[in-house]
């Protein structure tokens, strides 16, 4: 069994970078998890991202790539196999390359909602 507090920690610090400029929620063992400060039209935060430990792997959710599915464009198909639905990625084990790529798509992410005046 993977040691998935290795994958999380790795799989934070790619998104733990950005809090400053976001809405902090929960920083603990098993979740990291930041909202915008950008309030919606039901009053409820954007959604930024989230590391979380499930039972058998590690998600790493990242709301931007739902809302600019563009984002994904020229994504590797390794990083591809690791999404589960529109904008999570399932990780069980740690890949250097994967990292650097999901630490891109994060900035990019980042831009993004700073385009449309979300951060």
Known sequence: MADLSTVFVELRAIMAPYAAQLD????DDTEFYVDTKH???N?????FGAVQVKKAYVSFHLMPVYMKPELLVGLS???KSRMQGKSCFNFTVTDT???KE???LTK???????EHGFV
């Open 39 to 41: 309030v919606q039209k």
């Open 43 to 47: 009053k409820k935060p954007l959604f």
């Open 97 to 99: 390359v994967l990292l």
């Open 102 to 104: 999901l630490a891109a």
């Open 24 to 27: 902090l929620k929960k920083d």
């Open 108 to 114: 990019a992410g980042l831009e993004s909602y700073k």
């Open 77 to 79: 198909s390794e990083l």
